[in-house]
């Protein structure tokens, strides 16, 4: 038997979604933070030389034919906004001959030249002029230690204590070390480390938490030999709310050792954290801002949370006289393409997430009229349906962006939640359902808490189906102990 193997040549048509360069380009621009925007332009000046920042605000007349300026011709790129079956094979915009559109139009017309300088009028306000330099802790210990002692031995020995403090005020050395690094003696190290105990704020300098809250107490003359004692034997129990162990042990009343309690929670753990620290303050700047006016709420791109680019118009020039050498006019040209893609991106990136915030406003309407028990339920899919876009581009479009609003600066992810069915079907998102839940625990009695079970059905009579896991669940997200640990004697 033989078989035979036949060789035919067939021509068949398909899509295939290519990502070049510019696509790829778009896609990350969408996903990047203020941040890494800033970044990502930064490096692209770099190796861009026509790209230029900006200097002063925008002129209204600009930026029409630059398409960055305006949201008349936003929509038309790139393709990546659009649902992949909407998108051709290889899609990208014709190349453009910038030398010929140049040449055919006058100098001072050219829109590339998007933003000029207004003097006199509205300049942009950096908040870093509003901020003054925060004192951190060791400064402050260094300024008391000055006036506490006269001595240079102390004062080295105070030194060397203060800046071996942790960033929460805590010791990083044990008082034998420090007495072999500064050559004096223990007793000595332990008379200026008794003296920075007095200092403020009150606890710092202590071993161990226990060490911190007994200091406290004794400045502010509230320590006992008892309020010692359960500090020192019994602090995991007061955190845990085990106050019936600590009075059996002690042979005290439950109602004392809860009041010992109360006064605890009132110092401070982490002295230290009330003082700037070496670490760097990270300021969220949000990227979109919704006003109310009337009974309509008004979506706006902050426009200085985006960098404003131009095409240098130097190398605008330049591209005009560079008829004679081709290669120097494919340069110019290649880079001038290259800058107006990224100028593109950027705008369309500002669309991009106005149409997203928009449509979150539209479902979230309740939630900035009445507050946060009437978030809805919201998922990428509805915004993805409504917007006419890929659920994709609705995640980048708000991975680590913020939007300030009359209830405040929230991340955009925070009006995206799942949650349940009310009783009208209607969704409840689960941040609803957590208010409820708050409201609720505040206003029980203290000396009988709600338990989970009760909240169950006092939240069923609110049209709110929900077990009882998922109550101690939400509970627990908001650091809400259980009702044993809730209750008051």
């Known amino acids: 038997m033989s078989i035979r193997l036949g060789y035919d040549l067939t021509i068949e048509q398909a899509q295939k979604l290519v990502m070049t360069p510019e696509l790829i380009q778009a896609i990350q621009i969408l996903q990047f933070n203020t ?40 929509k038309s790129t790139p393709d990546d906004m659009r649902k992949p079956d909407e998108m051709s094979a290889g899609s990208k915009d014709e190349e453009f001959d910038w030398k010929e559109y140049i040449k055919d139009r006058q100098y001072d017309d050219i829109s590339y030249k998007q933003w000029e300088d207004r003097s006199g009028e509205e300049k942009e306000n950096s908040y870093e002029q509003y901020v003054s330099s925060d004192i951190t802790l060791p400064e402050h210990l260094m300024f008391q230690l000055h006036f506490s002692s006269k001595k240079a031995g102390c004062r080295r020995v105070g030194r060397y204590i203060i800046e071996s403090l942790d960033q929460n005020g805590y010791m990083t050395s044990t008082v034998e070390e420090i007495a072999e690094a500064t050559g004096a003696p223990v007793d000595k190290v332990l008379e200026v480390l008794d003296m920075i105990h007095g200092f403020d704020p009150m606890g710092v300098g202590a071993r161990n938490p226990a060490e911190c809250l007994i200091i406290q107490l004794r400045q502010t003359g509230q320590l006992t030999e008892t309020f010692e004692r359960v500090i ?13 162990v600590i009075a059996k042990d002690m042979g005290i009343s439950p109602k004392e050792v809860q009041r010992m309690s109360d006064i605890i929670k009132t110092l401070e753990p982490k002295p230290g954290r009330l003082f700037a620290s070496e670490m760097e303050t990270k300021y969220i700047v949000p990227d979109v801002i919704v006003e109310k006016v009337d009974d309509d709420y008004v979506v706006t791109v902050n426009e200085h949370s985006t960098p404003r680019l131009m095409i240098s118009s130097y190398y605008q020039s330049l591209l005009k006289r560079s008829e004679e050498d081709d290669n120097l006019s494919k340069y110019l040209s290649d880079k001038v393409n290259s800058a107006i893609w990224l100028i593109k991106s950027i705008e369309q990136r500002k669309q991009t997430i106005y149409d ?40 980048r479009s708000i991975n680590g962006k913020y939007l300030q609003c009359p209830r405040g600066v929230f991340e955009i992810k925070y009006f995206f939640s799942a949650g349940v069915s009310g009783s009208h079907g209607e969704g409840i998102s689960s941040n609803s359902i957590k208010e409820f839940i708050k409201e609720i625990v505040d206003g029980e009695d203290p000396k009988s808490p709600h338990s989970d079970q009760e909240m169950v059905e006092m939240l069923k009579e609110k049209g709110i189906k929900i077990s009882r896991r998922t109550v101690a669940k939400y509970r627990d997200e908001m650091h809400i102990l259980s009702s044993s640990k809730r209750r008051r004697y």
């Open 356 to 395: 997203v915030v928009s449509a979150v406003v539209k479902y979230q309407k309740d939630f900035l009229d009445k507050g946060n028990k009437y978030l809805k339920t919201l998922t990428l899919k509805d915004i993805a349906e409504e917007v006419g876009i890929h659920e994709s581009t609705v995640s």
């Open 232 to 244: 020192n034997e019994h602090l995991e129990d007061l955190a845990s709310s085990r106050f019936g």
């Open 35 to 74: 941040q890494e925007l800033d970044s990502y332009v930064e490096e692209q000046i770099l190796v861009n030389p026509v790209l230029e920042h900006v200097s002063g605000e925008a002129n209204d007349s600009a930026g029409t034919e630059a398409n960055a300026g305006g949201s008349s011709d936003s």
